[in-house]
């Protein structure tokens, strides 16, 4: 169980925010403001995380990712955690902006 984690907390982060689509956040549905947000965490984060696992600099515990690498010794988690992270906190963003507007549904 404990190579599941990683993923685990990931899938939880998507499915507490998920709600929040409805409440007037609307993310999914722009999928232009999604990927400019996405696309320079994903790129930024990534190159960073393959320059110290080059150096090593640090590593991942194969006892708590599934054991999926990709090129570089990257962790499919550690790149959907750039995606993931990014969302919620986009979600949440636009819930909490959209109630303040009072445009936001709540229930």
């Known amino acids: 169980m404990d190579r599941w984690q990683y993923l685990g907390v990931l899938v939880a982060c998507l ?3 998920f709600p929040l689509e409805f409440v007037g956040a609307g993310v999914y549905r722009r999928w232009r ?6 696309l320079p965490v994903l790129v930024v984060f990534t190159a960073w995380d393959l320059v110290a696992i ?6 991942f515990s194969a006892a708590f990712t ?12 550690e790149v959907l955690f750039f ?8 979600l949440t963003f636009e819930a909490v902006d959209a109630l303040a507007r009072g445009g936001g549904r709540v229930g």
């Open 33 to 38: 403001l999604l990927a400019r947000v996405l």
């Open 83 to 90: 995606l993931v992270v990014p969302v919620c906190g986009l």
């Open 54 to 59: 080059a150096r090593g600099h640090w590593t």
């Open 66 to 77: 599934s054991g999926l690498v990709l090129p570089g010794a990257l962790p499919v988690e």
């Open 15 to 17: 499915v507490v925010t």
